[in-house]
């Protein structure tokens, strides 16, 4: 069965001022119909980029290397115009930050109703029933009274179910969710959770969750990514890399998450050192400077994809029989 | 405690002398500043030696040659009473350098001494002051220019007085909004809390940081104010004759357009240089202290 | 809405009051005797006397005061010193004058500024956009009365495109649009330059904006999320700027009146200004004035319309 999503070497440099950044290095990985992936990094990891490339949406001065096929097509192959129209059109979004993302002189229905406008089937009023169904959906109350409503008379965690809601009324196969719980509080995270959940219901497709926080991934995904420096070093089932996690960073990234020191201790852990620059040209492993189990070949040379017996694959050296 | 003795103030003056320099060097960087800095520094010299590079004396009438154009005796010509034009250009250059010092050198000592005020003082002074700020600066400028001639007189007295008048508010808003958002900065908190006084607080801290903005606002203002003196001279409401400025040869020239129209055309040439330069230079100034271009490459021009 | 149209409607009155106490201030009771200043110097004191009675100058400061508002109030500017003639009427034929020189100078900065501000936002850093970034700038730097003059002197002395003078003859509409082109273009030179300017900068801020990259995540086509979605936000800062600028758009129409002797409320003060013909002057700078901050509320309005967060500011 064709993979929804097959991701093949993919590398994506952008052009600056100062020199080529290269954000995202020979990327691979497979999304199947059905399955939620948590796609986690720290900041600067490239998963914005790769989410914006999956999204097809990505900035003039991106210059693209390798192969995004989404159902079968390559992304980048296509024109600008074709790859708008797949834009709310099969792939959908839901960004990070829910108060800038709304236009905010326009009242909510109006932006409801253009974000349908891919289905030229259907007129004005369909789409508005369409838009209020859904809004009662995503568990929005009195949803004909907040279509007239302003963005900005709206809580943050409204306007992020509002903004799921769209995502959802244009039927994506595949939806991608780029942090959509980080600029909420923990309550609110909560709630936009349980909708995230329910929503598999609703997506005849995939769900790709961005995120930086491991603890949605347990709860939300079925399979995980894990990005350093612009390259994937571990991709499995979520079980698989959570409970025995093989990369040197997955290792030290979930030991660093705080629900899991067991008693008191006088300091959080951290990761020692820097993530390394994109701009700046490299050999051998990304992590290597700060990795605790690094030896000489891992400065020298890339580490090769070594898959496991749990189904995951990790990218290093050590894992070499 | 015996021993210590306070750090020496090494920094007092090599700190703004320097920063000074690196602000020039930002402006020389792209082709407009350098292009703008040029234009001012003309202007400026020009101001300064206007009484020694004239080759005649600006008021001095010699009616054999009046209504002459352009000549190698006269490079820019002659006016209505034979004077030359290039001395009084020059001669009139320093006389609106003179306007534009009082002017804006008078709009920023009452303006940031009243921005310093109403920063400081209490709130019910602040808010009248910001309510006769804000109509002063709302209302048409030459309207109210010629009201207060009408008044007052007219001569660059009267010019220089109607340009604090209209600048001071832009000064004081600026003092007084530096002022506020600097009061609550932590250093000046901890500046306070060591029991310094306003008013070293106001030199250290405040003044040194607000030289930015000002800096800017003058070089934006110095085309206005020429616009003013022009303006009110040639209405014949500013400088008086025989006293040359630009605007006194534009009027002197109006009457002669058809027949000499080289006198308007000299009047307005230094306008021209003077008041695109100074804005020119108000923009690479700004785009030099804008902090978020600092570190950055120079952007290519 | 209503709410903010009551608080910028007092605001403004407010400002209003403020300003007629201002010049009563200073024409009435700045030092001087405004009667000699009237009269010149070949008054005789018998005149002077009859004049300071007529001005109610001997009486005491708040009943003069009072009796101005009230005159003010009744629509009475008092009258012309030299013509005897109500000053209200010497306003009311100068200002359409005036007015249309105006709207027809805004008129030129919006048709051409704007969508020169946009183009340049949408060919952002191009050569294009610079040439213009230039020119824009230098627009706004050149005084009016020199763009003024030399615009006569080009266009109407030289090539003889436009008539230098005057405008027009009375009944011919097509005669006297003949003669504002030039006086206005010359008024709204220096706004065509900022409004190109603001155009783009305001362009290019709100296509920063992450909402807009909400709507092409949606696919929805650019020109779209441009005209229906980008223009609207973007043009607010334009037209309260607009209103802001009218101040400076009637000092430069003023001027450019005396320039092209045309006539309107310029000439009205210039002739006042040098006969020192206090009542309209001060008449003059009274409507003036109240048309101006009447423009600026309207603008300020209209604002809040097109986005409705500004209701919520003040």
Known sequence: ????????????????????????????????????????????????????????????????????????????????????????????????????????????????????????????????????????????????????????????????????????LTEPQLLIADEPTTALDATTEMQVVALLRASRALVDG???????????????????????????????????????????????LLACDPARIAGPVRRFPTIPGQVPDPAIPRDGCAFAARCTEASGICLTTPPPMVRGDGGDFARCHRLVA | ?????????????????????????????????????????????????????????????????????????????????????????????????????????????????????????????????????????????????????????????????????????????????QTLTLKGADYVAAARAMGASPLRIITRHLLPNMAGPLLVLIAMDVPTVIGIESGLSFLGQGAQPPTPTWGSILRDGFAFIRQAPHIVLAGGLPILIATVGFTFFSEALRDALDPRLVGKKARPK | MASYAVRRLFQSALVLMATIAALFWLTYIAPGDPASVMLGPRATAAEKAALRSEMQLDKPIPVRFAHFWGQVLDGDL???????????????????????????????????????GCWCA?????????????????????????????????????????????????????????????????????????????????????????HVRTFRAFGVPGSRIVWRYVLPIAVTPVVSILGVGIGGLLSNAILIEIVFVRPGIGRLIYDAVLTRNFPVLIGTVLVTAALYLLINLIADLIVASLDPRVRAAL
Request: include cysteine.
């Open chain 3, 78 to 116: 008092g009258k012309d010193m030299v013509t005897h003639r109500p000053v209200a009427t010497l306003i009311e034929e100068a200002l359409p004058r005036t007015l249309a020189l105006t709207a027809l100078a805004i008129g030129w900065a919006i048709a051409i500024g704007i969508p020169a």
């Open chain 1, 1 to 168: 069965m064709t993979p929804l999503l097959d991701i093949a070497d993919l590398s994506i440099t952008y052009a600056a001022a100062s020199g080529p950044v290269r954000a995202l290095r020979n990327v691979s990985l497979t999304i199947a119909k059905g399955e939620v992936l948590g796609l986690v990094g720290e900041s600067g990891s490239g998963k914005s980029t790769l989410a914006s490339a999956m999204m097809a949406l990505l900035p003039a001065n991106a210059a693209v290397n390798g192969r995004l096929e989404f159902n079968g097509a390559d992304l980048f192959a296509l024109g600008p115009e074709a790859r708008r129209r797949l834009r709310g059109n099969g792939v959908a979004a839901i960004f990070q930050d829910p108060f800038t993302a709304l236009n905010p002189a326009t009242r909510i229905g109006v932006q409801l109703i253009e974000f349908q406008h891919h289905k030229t089937g259907i007129g004005h009023a369909e789409r508005s029933r369409r838009a209020v169904a859904m809004l009662g959906r995503v568990g929005i109350s009195d949803p004909e009274r907040r279509m007239r409503q302003y963005p900005f008379e709206l809580s943050g965690g409204i306007r992020q179910r509002v903004l799921i809601a769209a995502a959802l």
């Open chain 2, 1 to 177: 405690m015996t021993g210590v003795s306070p750090a020496p103030e090494i920094r007092a003056a090599p700190a703004w002398l320097k920063r000074a320099a690196g602000l020039a060097r930002a402006v020389l960087a792209g082709t407009m500043g350098k292009v703008s800095a040029a234009s001012v520094g003309l202007m400026l010299i020009l101001a300064v030696s206007a009484g020694i590079i004239a080759p005649y004396d600006p008021i001095a009438i010699a009616p054999m040659d009046r209504l002459e154009g352009p000549s190698l005796s006269h490079p820019l010509g002659t006016d209505q009473l034979g004077r030359d034009l290039l001395s009084r250009v020059f001669e009139g250059t320093r006389t609106v350098m003179e306007v534009v010092v009082a002017g804006i050198g008078g709009a920023l000592a009452i303006g940031l001494t009243m921005g310093l005020v109403a920063g400081f003082g209490p709130r019910l002074l602040a808010s009248a002051l910001m309510l006769v700020s804000d109509v002063v600066m709302s209302l048409p400028m030459m309207l109210f220019a010629l009201a207060m001639t009408a008044m007052l007189g007219g001569g660059l007295e009267t010019v220089v007085f109607v340009v604090i008048a209209f600048m001071v508010p832009a000064y004081f808003r600026v003092a007084r909004g």
């Open chain 3, 122 to 210: 949408v060919r952002r850093d191009g050569w294009g956009d610079r040439v213009v970034g230039v020119v824009s700038t230098a627009m706004i730097a050149v005084p009016t009365a020199v763009v003024g003059i030399y615009a006569l002197l080009w266009f109407a002395v030289r090539l003889h495109w436009f008539p230098a003078i005057g405008a027009g003859r009375p009944g011919d509409v097509g005669d006297q649009l003949h003669h504002l082109i030039l006086p206005s273009f010359t008024v709204g030179i220096g706004w065509v330059g900022y409004l190109t300017r603001l155009a783009r900068a305001s362009m290019l801020e709100v296509l920063d904006e992450p």
């Open chain 1, 206 to 252: 995939a769900i790709v969750l961005v995120t930086h926080d491991m603890r949605l991934v347990a709860d939300l995904c079925d399979r995980v990514a894990v990005m350093y420096a612009g390259e994937l070093v571990e991709a499995g089932p979520t079980a698989e890399v959570v409970t025995r996690p093989r990369h040197p960073y997955t290792k030290a």
